[in-house]
């Protein structure tokens, strides 16, 4: 379900909000907080950025959920999602992007960390790769 929707039309879940945020409604989004920002003479820098896959309520525990929220962070096409993120970020708001987590063990409270532990392969770890290239591939924004 949720790998199909990666696969088809890129999106992001939103925990707040518990629907499926596309992309766009993201880019909207920063394009807001930029310019709400802009107004009082601010840089936007992204807080906890990220994806957000996490069960809650009584789905916290339910095993075939966490299990596809495991699956669909190791999946190599989430790395096209967090590219498509992180470049529209630049596109729009030119700012710092602060990832919510480097390394971190996944849990049923979330999978916060773009590399599962401190010594897995960049080629293991599509959130990373994702992040590195970003970050290979940019200017150092100073504030």
Known sequence: MLGNAVRRNPSIKSSERGERVPLEDIRFNSQQSRDAAANFGKPLISYEGGQHFVAIGNALDDPALN??????????????????????????????????????????????????FATQPRAEAPKFDALQSYIEAQPLLLP
């Open 67 to 116: 299990t596809l929220f495991d699956t669909v962070n190791r999946d190599p096409r989430i790395r096209e999602v967090y590219s498509t993120y992180l470049n529209n970020w630049r596109l729009d708001t030119d700012q710092q992007f602060t990832h919510f987590y480097n390394c971190d063990s996944w849990s049923i409270f979330g999978r916060w960390g773009s590399l599962e």
